[in-house]
C-alpha cells in the first residue's frame, strides 16, 4: 500500500468488490435466463435493452479500472467521490440509469443471499475509502473532476488531444 496514497489500494479493493457484486448479479440472473453459450451471454449482457440495467454497476466498474491503470495522479478527493457515486448506485440517491439498476438489483438483494454478501462486502470495501469533504462547494467540485476524468478517459486516443 502506497503511503503516499493510500487511498489507490482501497480503490483497487473496492472495484474488486463491485466486480463481486456484478458476478453474484450475473449468476442470479442466470438462473432465469434460457439457456446460452458464455459467447451468446455476453452479447445479450451487452447488446440487449433487457440487460440495460446493468450498465451504471458495468460503467462505474470500467471507469474505476480505467482510472486506477492510467492515472497516477488521482487525488484524494476524487477517489471520495468515487467511494459516494458507488454507494449511491448501490443504495440510492442516482441518476435514471442508477435508478434503473437500483429498480433491479433491490429485488435480488432481497432474494439473492450470494448477492446480499457480495453487497455488503462492497459497502464494507467502499468504506475503506476516504470520507467526502463535509464543504459542499469542495464535494461536487471533486465529483465534477471525478466526472470530467470519466468522460476524458472514455475518448478514443486521438479524441484527447494532442500537445
Known amino acids: 500500500m502506497s503511503t503516499e496514497r493510500p487511498w489507490i ?3 483497487h479493493a473496492a472495484s474488486a468488490a463491485l466486480q463481486t457484486v456484478l458476478g453474484a ?8 435466463a434460457p439457456p446460452a453459450s458464455p459467447l451468446e451471454r455476453l452479447q ?64 435480488l438483494l432481497q432474494t439473492d443471499p450470494a448477492v446480499a454478501m457480495a453487497h455488503a462486502g462492497a459497502l464494507r470495501a467502499l468504506g475503506g475509502l476516504p470520507p ?14 471525478w466526472n470530467e476524468r470519466r468522460r476524458f478517459l472514455r475518448l478514443p486516443p486521438r479524441g484527447r488531444g494532442s500537445s
Open 9 to 11: 489500494e482501497s480503490l
Open 44 to 107: 445479450r449482457i451487452t447488446t440487449d435493452p433487457a440487460w440495460a440495467w446493468l450498465q451504471g454497476l458495468t460503467g462505474l466498474i470500467a471507469d474505476v479500472d480505467h482510472a486506477l491503470a492510467h492515472v497516477h495522479d488521482l487525488p484524494e478527493s476524487e477517489a471520495a467521490a468515487i467511494g459516494a457515486h458507488a454507494r449511491e448506485l448501490l443504495s440510492g440517491g442516482g441518476g435514471p440509469t442508477e435508478r434503473q439498476f437500483l429498480d433491479h438489483y433491490r429485488g
Open 25 to 32: 448479479l450475473l449468476e442470479a440472473e442466470r438462473r432465469f
Open 132 to 145: 467526502e469533504s463535509g464543504n459542499q462547494s469542495e464535494r461536487l467540485h471533486a465529483r465534477h473532476q
